[in-house]
Protein backbone atom coordinates (compact mmCIF):
# COMPACT_ATOMS: atom_id res chain seq x y z
CA UNK A 1 0.00 0.00 0.00
CA UNK A 2 3.09 2.59 0.62
CA UNK A 3 4.57 1.80 -2.42
CA UNK A 4 0.87 2.70 -4.75
CA UNK A 5 1.49 6.09 -2.11
CA UNK A 6 4.54 6.71 -3.09
CA UNK A 7 4.25 6.22 -6.85
CA UNK A 8 1.05 8.79 -6.66
CA UNK A 9 3.71 11.46 -5.11
CA UNK A 10 6.13 10.37 -7.39
CA UNK A 11 3.64 11.16 -10.33
CA UNK A 12 2.31 14.10 -8.71
CA UNK A 13 5.87 15.91 -8.65
CA UNK A 14 6.36 14.42 -11.93
CA UNK A 15 3.51 16.61 -13.68
CA UNK A 16 3.74 19.66 -11.02
CA UNK A 17 6.14 21.35 -14.03
CA UNK A 18 3.97 20.70 -16.48
CA UNK A 19 0.77 21.78 -15.28
CA UNK A 20 2.66 25.13 -13.80
CA UNK A 21 3.70 25.27 -17.87
CA UNK A 22 0.33 25.25 -18.79
CA UNK A 23 -0.49 28.81 -17.44
CA UNK A 24 1.80 30.52 -19.86
CA UNK A 25 -0.87 33.32 -22.25
CA UNK A 26 1.41 32.82 -25.23
CA UNK A 27 3.09 30.54 -27.19
CA UNK A 28 7.29 31.54 -27.76
CA UNK A 29 7.48 31.64 -31.95
CA UNK A 30 10.29 30.24 -33.68
CA UNK A 31 11.37 33.39 -35.22
CA UNK A 32 12.99 31.62 -38.25
CA UNK A 33 13.35 33.59 -41.32
CA UNK A 34 14.20 33.06 -44.85
CA UNK A 35 17.85 34.23 -44.35
CA UNK A 36 18.61 31.89 -41.09
CA UNK A 37 17.20 29.08 -42.72
CA UNK A 38 19.56 29.04 -45.96
CA UNK A 39 22.61 29.86 -43.40
CA UNK A 40 21.53 26.34 -41.65
CA UNK A 41 21.26 24.80 -44.57
CA UNK A 42 24.36 26.31 -45.97
CA UNK A 43 26.31 24.91 -42.54
CA UNK A 44 24.43 21.39 -42.57
CA UNK A 45 25.59 20.68 -46.49
CA UNK A 46 29.56 21.94 -45.46
CA UNK A 47 28.90 19.05 -42.63
CA UNK A 48 28.07 16.75 -44.69
CA UNK A 49 30.44 17.64 -47.63
CA UNK A 50 33.21 17.47 -45.09
CA UNK A 51 32.20 14.14 -43.73
CA UNK A 52 31.69 12.82 -46.93
CA UNK A 53 35.61 14.22 -48.05
CA UNK A 54 37.02 13.02 -44.49
CA UNK A 55 35.35 9.61 -45.21
CA UNK A 56 36.34 9.10 -48.77
CA UNK A 57 39.96 10.25 -47.87
CA UNK A 58 40.15 7.61 -45.48
CA UNK A 59 38.65 4.73 -47.91
CA UNK A 60 41.30 6.06 -50.39
CA UNK A 61 44.10 5.31 -48.02
CA UNK A 62 43.01 2.31 -46.53
CA UNK A 63 42.74 0.75 -50.18
CA UNK A 64 46.42 1.84 -50.48
CA UNK A 65 46.94 -0.26 -47.57
CA UNK A 66 44.99 -3.20 -48.63
CA UNK A 67 46.90 -2.80 -52.25
CA UNK A 68 50.31 -2.64 -50.14
CA UNK A 69 49.56 -5.95 -47.84
CA UNK A 70 48.13 -7.99 -50.60
CA UNK A 71 50.80 -9.46 -51.34
CA UNK A 72 50.35 -10.73 -54.67
CA UNK A 73 46.26 -12.27 -53.75
CA UNK A 74 44.23 -11.59 -56.12
CA UNK A 75 40.70 -11.73 -53.99
CA UNK A 76 42.64 -9.05 -51.72
CA UNK A 77 43.91 -6.92 -54.96
CA UNK A 78 40.15 -6.81 -56.12
CA UNK A 79 39.13 -5.83 -52.33
CA UNK A 80 41.14 -2.95 -52.35
CA UNK A 81 40.44 -1.94 -56.00
CA UNK A 82 36.96 -1.50 -54.92
CA UNK A 83 37.43 0.01 -51.46
CA UNK A 84 39.38 2.94 -53.92
CA UNK A 85 36.51 3.29 -56.29
CA UNK A 86 34.16 3.52 -53.25
CA UNK A 87 36.18 6.16 -51.78
CA UNK A 88 36.60 7.92 -54.99
CA UNK A 89 32.66 7.39 -55.40
CA UNK A 90 31.82 8.96 -52.61
CA UNK A 91 34.22 12.18 -53.02
CA UNK A 92 32.28 12.69 -56.48
CA UNK A 93 29.01 12.62 -54.40
CA UNK A 94 30.43 15.58 -52.16
CA UNK A 95 31.43 17.45 -54.73
CA UNK A 96 28.25 16.65 -56.68
CA UNK A 97 26.46 18.15 -53.31
CA UNK A 98 27.98 21.37 -53.47
CA UNK A 99 27.51 21.75 -57.25
CA UNK A 100 23.44 20.82 -57.28
CA UNK A 101 23.00 23.20 -54.34
CA UNK A 102 24.77 26.33 -56.31
CA UNK A 103 22.62 24.62 -59.33
CA UNK A 104 19.35 24.91 -57.28
CA UNK A 105 20.57 28.31 -56.38
CA UNK A 106 20.86 30.11 -59.71
CA UNK A 107 17.32 28.61 -60.81
CA UNK A 108 15.37 30.23 -57.52
CA UNK A 109 18.16 33.25 -57.00
CA UNK A 110 19.71 35.71 -59.25
CA UNK A 111 22.76 32.33 -59.10
CA UNK A 112 25.62 35.21 -57.77
CA UNK A 113 25.89 33.77 -54.70
CA UNK A 114 26.83 30.89 -53.32
CA UNK A 115 23.46 30.41 -51.28
CA UNK A 116 20.14 32.55 -52.86
CA UNK A 117 18.75 35.01 -50.27
Known amino acids: ?3 IKYLGIGLAMQLLPMIAFAQTPQIPSVGWTKGSVTNFLRQLLEWFGGI ?4 GIF ?5 AFKYM ?13 KSLIYGLVGIG ?3 LAFGVWQLVGSFLGDGSSYFWM
Request: hydrophobic share 55%; charged share 25%; aromatic share 10%.
Open 1 to 3: MKK
Open 52 to 55: LFFI
Open 59 to 63: MILWA
Open 69 to 81: TAGGDDTKIESAK
Open 93 to 95: IAI
